[in-house]
């Protein structure tokens, strides 16, 4: 695999939707001599390898340049670039926008990141899956919570696969839990790691922002908020994942028998249903499902740019 001989300075900051990416993303760039644009996944989302390409990778550049987090963060893409080259390129532009050391936040491709970009350093950033589990379902991407985990393994399960070839002075592992407990103690530590000195306006990131300041308690709310079977069925789901990490099973894992699983999708699929058709109202939604299914590109096309439209309004 190719990779950069002399890859950009830049730090991933690694975990699951919803394991506190966007909350941590705030406090980084409240730090003078840090930046974090946000979401950056489609720089690995998009190449492929590709041997006939002197880079040995390929962007799918139409479909990187349609994506709404790439047309967000307002980068461009050079006709004459592609490859490597490009990933050069477009970490460039995103460190042009901003002051201090590029952060970035990805969910997925850890390993690819790693292999491409030699000098790039890993915030691995956990949370609780059974917390994880139920914020999915309130984003709409998950209707249970026993549907809801199911990123996060997917994430961990990448997180496993690339750590064993990262240098492991390249690597900190930060708990959302642990941050939220006593967030200077921890934000100092992150500082260390990158190499800045810890500055007291971390502290302040919800001032300017539609977060609120830290709060212990949103963390293991999967303890008061979820029931006895919902935590069984996630720990069923994920149980060695979870000892892995240090988090303690609750109770008995459990797996749900065949008409409880008919029962799971058929909940899930309805509240994914109801929730965006709230998010993006009935017509949008159901003409934007009708046109994937039975619709000419051209309608298609037309109902996902108004789809994204929408999510990019809502994007912090």
Sequence with gaps: MDKLAHSPQVVFVFGALRSGT?????????HGALQNPGEADFLFDFLRPDPQHPTGWRYDREGMIAHRIFRAHDLHCP???DGL???????AQFQAQGEGLLTLNIHRHAERAAA?????RFIHLLRDPRDVARSSIGMGWAGTSFHGVGHWIETETGWDQAARDIAPDRIMTLKFEALMSDLEAELTGVCRFLDVPFMTQMLAYHEASSYG???PKIAQQWRTKATAREIALIEGRCEALMQSRGYALNGTPAQPGTGERFMLNQTNRLKRWRHNMRRFGVLLFVGGHAARLIGPKKLHDYFQRRLEAKVIENLK
């Design 79 to 81: 006709p004459d670039l």
């Design 213 to 215: 300041p830290p709060n």
């Design 116 to 120: 491409l970009l030699p000098n790039a």
């Design 85 to 91: 080259d490009l990933l050069t390129t477009l970490i």
């Design 22 to 30: 966007t909350l941590f993303r705030l406090m980084l760039n409240s």
